[in-house]
């Protein structure tokens, strides 16, 4: 399976731990997004990279959050210091710029739990 | 702000019949429409994608139709089936065919197919 690979699927922690989540995209895909989704809602938009530089974050993303993109290849989102309102689906995707209407590939999502 | 709405927010359909899901959008620069198709425990899958140059676009089963004057859009599914089953979101795109990754989404709708 070559597609948008997450890691780990589920994470439960306790409000105030820092966690780390990690994307691997499509291999030739050179733009990377993340989004969270919350239960009964669409995704929204957190930010997104072209190889290894950030483009644009969305308001949602709070200083807690930090997400790199070291080598143009896999990503990280980091939480620090996690509240109970972080719980939601974090959602990766992947697509190469050059194609018009190039599609926006999902991974299956990291289920974070703050307790 | 919402710039996406979608209704309905739960569709129960027999199988054979029409799902018809529609989207009303705010932002005249939106320019690339997609739904993306949902099954639970996994991320959205990209169904089809209109521009708003043309008004209707057909891919097997599914339609989707643009009214580019009344900032709509709908999802229509022919012969529905049970394994239709699952949440169906529109989205926008904010920007110009260089970003087709950055969505705006709507809040989803539930289809259920009963044999």
């Known amino acids: 399976d070559t597609g948008v690979s997450q890691d780990p699927r589920h994470k439960i922690t306790k409000r105030g731990q820092n966690v780390t989540f990690r994307c691997d995209p499509i291999?030739?895909?050179?733009?990377l997004y993340w989004y969270r989704q919350t239960l009964g809602q669409g995704p929204e938009f957190l930010t997104y990279f072209q190889n290894e530089a950030q483009l644009e974050k969305s308001r949602l993303l709070s200083d807690r959050f930090s997400a790199e993109r070291p080598k143009g290849s896999f990503s990280t989102l980091e939480i620090q210091r996690t509240e109970q309102g972080d719980s939601a689906m974090y959602l990766c995707?992947?697509?190469?710029?050059?194609?018009?209407?190039?599609?926006?590939?999902f991974g299956n999502g990291t289920r974070l739990t703050v307790t | 702000q919402q710039q996406v709405k979608q209704s309905p927010q739960s569709l129960i359909v027999q199988k054979g019949g029409i799902s018809i899901i529609n989207c009303a959008y705010e932002?005249?620069?939106?320019?690339?429409f997609p739904w993306y198709q949902q099954f639970p425990g996994k991320g959205p899958a990209l169904l089809i994608a209109?521009?708003?140059?043309?008004s209707e676009k057909k891919e097997g089963r599914f339609t989707i139709s643009f009214n580019k004057s009344a900032k709509q859009f709908s999802l229509h599914i022919m012969d529905s089936q049970p394994g239709d089953s699952a949440t169906y979101f529109c989205?926008?795109?904010?920007?110009?065919?260089?970003?087709?990754?950055?969505?705006?989404f709507g809040q989803g709708t539930t289809l259920q197919v009963k044999p």
């Open positions: 291999s030739e895909h050179n733009r």
């Open positions: 209109i521009r708003p140059d043309v």
């Open positions: 932002n005249t620069a939106f320019d690339y």
């Open positions: 989205a926008a795109s904010p920007a110009g065919s260089s970003n087709t990754g950055k969505l705006i």
């Open positions: 995707a992947s697509t190469i710029v050059s194609s018009y209407n190039s599609p926006l590939h």
